[in-house]
């Protein structure tokens, strides 16, 4: 599956942005897919996932309540949601699919990543 990212951008703190992830190639509703994001300080670290199966997503603890994580198979698509972004939020963030059912919230689990978009939180 190849997968390809959009929606990134340079926002206030509050301001709201979507990020989008389409995939070509294969269908999204078979893999687990994740969401995480990587900074100059530190490693690429989990955002937010949902397995194939299981299908309820998980959030990191920094973004529970302020990021949604959605899928809309009919496009091929998964979104993450950042309401309520705070400076902390700056980074590149990449959308992953995987074949693996648990233990998405390592990137190591994670087979087709897309090309990352970049994300600043500033005012």
């Known amino acids: 599956v190849q997968l390809a990212q959009s929606g990134g951008g340079t926002v206030q703190p509050g301001e709201s942005l979507r990020l989008s992830c389409v995939g070509s190639?294969?269908?999204?509703?078979?893999?687990?897919m994740g969401w995480f994001r990587q900074t100059p300080t530190k490693e690429r670290e989990f955002v937010s996932g949902?397995?194939?199966?299981?299908?309820?997503?998980t959030y990191a603890d920094s973004v529970r309540g302020r990021f949604t994580f959605s899928r809309d198979f009919t496009k091929n698509a998964v979104y993450l949601n950042l309401n309520n972004p705070k400076p902390e939020d700056t980074g590149v963030y990449y959308c992953?699919?995987?074949?693996?059912?648990?233990?998405?919230?390592?990137?190591?689990?994670?087979?087709?990543w897309g090309q990352g978009t970049q994300v600043t939180v500033s005012s």
């Open positions: 949902a397995s194939w199966r299981l299908g309820t997503p």
């Open positions: 190639g294969s269908a999204l509703s078979t893999y687990t």
């Open positions: 992953a699919a995987s074949r693996q059912i648990y233990g998405y919230e390592s990137s190591s689990v994670y087979d087709y």
